[in-house]
């Protein structure tokens, strides 16, 4: 996993539109840079519906917002016209950035080790700079304190560091 402080590995994928998408386009921007598993899977497709709803909120803070998972191009577009998705998703089939940020990883499911990838998001700031990370991300979390049960929102945490970041 990169550490905060650290440059972002360079990157260059292909979006749901097959249109190359390079980090070195991004200066000067902040960027939420989100990675998952699947697509149409419920914990991912929460994750991308949160963040399309708060994408108005995200550009008002000049961010853009990037996704990446293993998925084909082909299989992001579906996924886009599905849940009406207005965010960019990045196709890393070779698990190459994946691997640069530290998300693909040997994970356990009842037993079984296998490589997959961390749920995990990064703020990545206009100079091309690690700002924030999240590692092993519960996109919703339920709580309570005083018998008041609330949820915990991923998408409303990332954008309040992002407001802290920038002094808002």
Not at 44 to 73: H, K, R, Y
Not at 74 to 92: A, M, P
Not at 137 to 150: E, P
Not at 151 to 158: G, P, R, Y
Request: hydrophobic content about 35%; proline content about 4%; aromatic content about 8%.
């Amino acid at each position: 996993m990169l550490e905060v402080g650290k440059e972002a590995p360079e990157f260059c994928l292909q979006n749901q539109d097959e249109v190359e998408i390079c980090l070195r386009d991004l200066k000067g921007k902040w960027i939420v840079l989100y990675f998952y598993p699947k697509d149409n899977t419920p914990g991912c497709t929460t994750e991308a519906c949160d963040f399309t709803e708060q994408l108005p909120d995200f550009e008002g803070l000049n961010a853009v917002i990037l996704g990446v998972s293993a998925d084909s191009p082909k299989v992001h577009r579906g996924f886009i016209e599905k849940q009406n998705l207005k965010i960019t998703l990045l196709s890393d089939p070779e698990h190459a950035m994946m691997e640069e940020y530290g998300v693909w990883r040997l994970k356990k499911n009842y037993g079984k080790e296998y490589m997959g990838i961390v749920r995990s998001t990064f703020i990545i700031d206009p100079d091309g700079k690690v700002a924030a990370a999240w590692d092993n991300v519960k996109v919703r979390q339920k709580r309570s304190k005083n018998k008041v049960k609330y949820e915990i929102v991923h998408v409303e945490e990332v954008k309040k560091k992002l407001e802290e970041l920038q002094g808002n």
